[in-house]
């Protein structure tokens, strides 16, 4: 075993932490991903940032809370200035690299603004999120009345399933994430009632093992230079549709039931039940669409984790194991029905509880090997982790960066010392804000989290809704309104409210400038309150003591 020089960071998206034989799964299993699992620790507490790719990711990228960064919704953009953990890895001698899905969109007016031509070397990384390409595919190519969501999604795949004969101007639609039926029809992988059918495609051919190629072909190409790749899968997030032989692998026994109440159901909570009432929580709540999706997303985590047998076996085979810190996680989870939801865009553990796995070669990590931490983990801690790996100080860089090392954690030390955790999501653009007529500053809600309690805040004015993670795991009690628990309120809301008055914009200086300035003598000329020279201290006056001038008055 030897120190990290390469970091490789594996993201799945919409990947739940409890669809992991590791996390508990009883029917699917992951071994795979177990066995890095074993060689490393295993994080049982690991939260993201926001319920949604776009913000949850750039939070991860730039180890900064969304409240800090502003990129509050997808497609919102990443303002110029902010810098990631590709500008900080940098900056030790580190490459950043993307293979696969980031979600960011580019700040085009401050990059005008500034003058950066987006296909310039330091355009292209900003536009970028800091990563250097290798390729970037969000996964996204869907095709509208007004056009494609994503015009630069899924370009370079498109071309090479051309190349294999999927004849299509959009072979990524009508092969990857499509059926087919007896008479050549397409049966498109956007409607649920499609989830159960074998994606029309070639199982080598589809997206998850092109992606695994493109990742090991990324690493070949480095040589000795050190790296961290961000080989950022695109599933199981939807559309739902896996090819043979994933598609027939599991079924209604294989399912868990979903965690929901009727008290759920009846809830009078205005938010809460404005999000159970859209379109995507209605399928949801519709058993036979619920078993059609789970048919597909545990065949496709299936065949993400055997994509994994085939990565690791290769890093094995390669030496690249005895010097790579490797992490999984994910940007977020998948309600699948759970709390009469689907998606992802709310706060219970469904969704905002992550996998998260990291496997360090070093000796020092010996100690940690296959053990699992209940420690209040963000996602915001990779940036500072990679940082560290990488022969940083991350603590040098707390002005910028809100997480914390896992490093000293995964090397037998203490847990970050964190009491709470944060959650956020802005919904401004959404039909809910325009149902329930709110601004755009009433559209946001906030989770603080300890180890016990939950607690959402809702800026529209409503009530907030608390959870006992203790006595009620499954977050099936809303307590919010509970006269009970009116101190506990109270407490998760001065949590709340410490973590809103951080400082966070002041991102130009290290902390350790201001604490120096503290005690240093005043030695360019600035005296104030010194009542006459023999009050200076040193010779911090001697410019103005025994100077003479002629008398002009």
């Given at each position: 075993?030897?120190?990290?020089?390469?970091?490789?960071?594996?993201?799945?998206?919409?990947?739940?932490?409890?669809y992991l034989s590791c996390y508990g799964h009883p029917h699917l299993k992951t071994p795979n991903i177990d066995r890095i699992a074993a060689r490393g620790v295993r994080f049982d507490n690991a939260r993201i940032q926001s319920p949604l790719c776009g913000?949850?990711?750039?939070?991860?990228?730039?180890?900064?809370?969304?409240?800090?960064?502003?990129?509050?919704?997808?497609?919102?953009?990443?303002?110029?200035?902010?810098?990631?953990?590709?500008?900080?890895?940098?900056?030790?001698?580190?490459?950043?690299?993307?293979?696969?899905?980031?979600?960011?969109?580019?700040?085009?007016?401050?990059?005008?603004?500034?003058?950066?031509?987006?296909?310039?070397?330091?355009?292209?990384?900003?536009?970028?999120?800091?990563?250097?390409?290798?390729?970037?595919?969000?996964?996204?190519?869907?095709?509208?009345?007004?056009?494609?969501?994503?015009?630069?999604?899924?370009?370079?795949?498109?071309?090479?399933?051309?190349?294999?004969?999927?004849?299509?101007?959009?072979?990524?639609?009508?092969?990857?994430?499509?059926?087919?039926?007896?008479?050549?029809?397409?049966?498109?992988?956007?409607?649920?009632?499609?989830?159960?059918?074998?994606?029309?495609?070639?199982?080598?051919?589809?997206?998850?093992?092109?992606?695994?190629?493109?990742?090991?072909?990324?690493?070949?190409?480095?040589?000795?230079?050190?790296?961290?790749?961000?080989?950022?899968?695109?599933?199981?997030?939807?559309?739902?549709?896996?090819?043979?032989?994933?598609?027939?692998?599991?079924?209604?026994?294989?399912?868990?039931?979903?965690?929901?109440?009727?008290?759920?159901?009846?809830?009078?909570?205005?938010?809460?039940?404005?999000?159970?009432?859209?379109?995507?929580?209605?399928?949801?709540?519709?058993?036979?669409?619920?078993?059609?999706?789970?048919?597909?997303?545990?065949?496709?985590?299936?065949?993400?984790?055997?994509?994994?047998?085939?990565?690791?076996?290769?890093?094995?085979?390669?030496?690249?194991?005895?010097?790579?810190?490797?992490?999984?996680?994910?940007?977020?989870?998948?309600?699948?029905?759970?709390?009469?939801?689907?998606?992802?865009?709310?706060?219970?553990?469904?969704?905002?509880?992550?996998?998260?796995?990291?496997?360090?070669?070093?000796?020092?990590?010996?100690?940690?090997?296959?053990?699992?931490?209940?420690?209040?983990?963000?996602?915001?801690?990779?940036?500072?982790?990679?940082?560290?790996?990488?022969?940083?100080?991350?603590?040098?860089?707390?002005?910028?960066?809100?997480?914390?090392?896992?490093?000293?954690?995964?090397?037998?030390?203490?847990?970050?010392?964190?009491?709470?955790?944060?959650?956020?999501?802005?919904?401004?653009?959404?039909?809910?804000?325009?149902?329930?007529?709110?601004?755009?500053?009433?559209?946001?809600?906030?989770?603080?989290?300890?180890?016990?309690?939950?607690?959402?805040?809702?800026?529209?004015?409503?009530?907030?809704?608390?959870?006992?993670?203790?006595?009620?795991?499954?977050?099936?009690?809303?307590?919010?309104?509970?006269?009970?628990?009116?101190?506990?309120?109270?407490?998760?809301?001065?949590?709340?409210?410490?973590?809103?008055?951080?400082?966070?914009?002041?991102?130009?200086?290290?902390?350790?400038v201001f604490k120096a300035i503290r005690t240093e003598p005043r030695r360019l000329g600035v005296l104030i309150g010194v009542a006459d020279a023999s009050e200076a201290e040193g010779d911090e006056a001697a410019k103005y003591i025994g100077r003479k001038a002629p008398d002009k008055r």
């Amino acid at each position: 075993m030897a120190t990290p020089k390469n970091i490789l960071f594996i993201m799945f998206d919409q990947l739940r932490w409890d669809y992991l034989s590791c996390y508990g799964h009883p029917h699917l299993k992951t071994p795979n991903i177990d066995r890095i699992a074993a060689r490393g620790v295993r994080f049982d507490n690991a939260r993201i940032q926001s319920p949604l790719c776009g913000p949850s990711r750039m939070s991860t990228y730039t180890g900064r809370y969304v409240h800090s960064h502003g990129a509050s919704w997808n497609n919102v953009p990443l303002k110029v200035g902010e810098r990631t953990m590709g500008d900080h890895l940098r900056d030790l001698g580190m490459g950043c690299w993307l293979v696969g899905k980031t979600h960011m969109a580019a700040d085009a007016e401050g990059m005008r603004r500034l003058g950066l031509e987006p296909d310039s070397v330091i355009g292209a990384r900003v536009a970028e999120c800091g990563f250097d390409i290798w390729e970037r595919d969000d996964g996204m190519r869907p095709e509208g009345p007004d056009g494609f969501y994503d015009p630069g999604g899924a370009l370079k795949y498109n071309d090479y399933l051309r190349e294999k004969g999927y004849e299509s101007d959009n072979p990524w639609h009508d092969y990857a994430n499509s059926g087919i039926d007896d008479d050549g029809n397409v049966l498109s992988g956007w409607f649920l009632e499609n989830s159960d059918s074998p994606a029309n495609i070639r199982e080598e051919d589809s997206e998850t093992p092109y992606l695994t190629r493109r990742g090991i072909e990324f690493i070949k190409a480095q040589g000795d230079q050190p790296w961290c790749c961000h080989l950022s899968y695109i599933k199981p997030h939807w559309p739902y549709i896996v090819p043979e032989p994933y598609a027939s692998m599991y079924g209604p026994a294989d399912f868990l039931p979903p965690v929901r109440s009727e008290a759920e159901r009846q809830t009078d909570h205005p938010v809460f039940k404005g999000f159970q009432n859209a379109p995507v929580g209605h399928a949801f709540a519709r058993d036979d669409i619920r078993d059609k999706v789970l048919t597909a997303y545990m065949g496709l985590i299936k065949q993400c984790d055997d994509q994994m047998g085939v990565l690791f076996d290769w890093l094995e085979e390669t030496g690249r194991m005895e010097d790579t810190l490797i992490v999984i996680t994910s940007d977020h989870g998948d309600f699948l029905g759970d709390h009469w939801l689907g998606e992802k865009t709310f706060f219970h553990d469904a969704s905002v509880k992550v996998p998260m796995i990291i496997y360090d070669p070093s000796e020092q990590a010996d100690a940690t090997r296959g053990t699992t931490s209940d420690a209040l983990v963000e996602c915001i801690d990779l940036a500072p982790t990679f940082v560290d790996v990488a022969g940083g100080d991350s603590a040098a860089l707390d002005h910028i960066l809100e997480g914390h090392s896992l490093l000293p954690l995964l090397r037998g030390g203490p847990a970050p010392a964190r009491d709470f955790c944060i959650c956020e999501y802005d919904y401004s653009a959404t039909p809910l804000a325009e149902g329930l007529k709110l601004n755009t500053d009433q559209s946001r809600i906030f989770m603080v989290a300890d180890q016990r309690w939950k607690m959402i805040h809702f800026q529209s004015g409503h009530r907030p809704m608390l959870f006992d993670l203790q006595v009620d795991p499954d977050e099936l009690t809303d307590l919010g309104d509970s006269a009970e628990h009116a101190g506990i309120i109270a407490d998760m809301y001065e949590k709340l409210n410490a973590w809103a008055r951080r400082p966070a914009a002041r991102t130009t200086l290290p902390n350790a400038v201001f604490k120096a300035i503290r005690t240093e003598p005043r030695r360019l000329g600035v005296l104030i309150g010194v009542a006459d020279a023999s009050e200076a201290e040193g010779d911090e006056a001697a410019k103005y003591i025994g100077r003479k001038a002629p008398d002009k008055r």
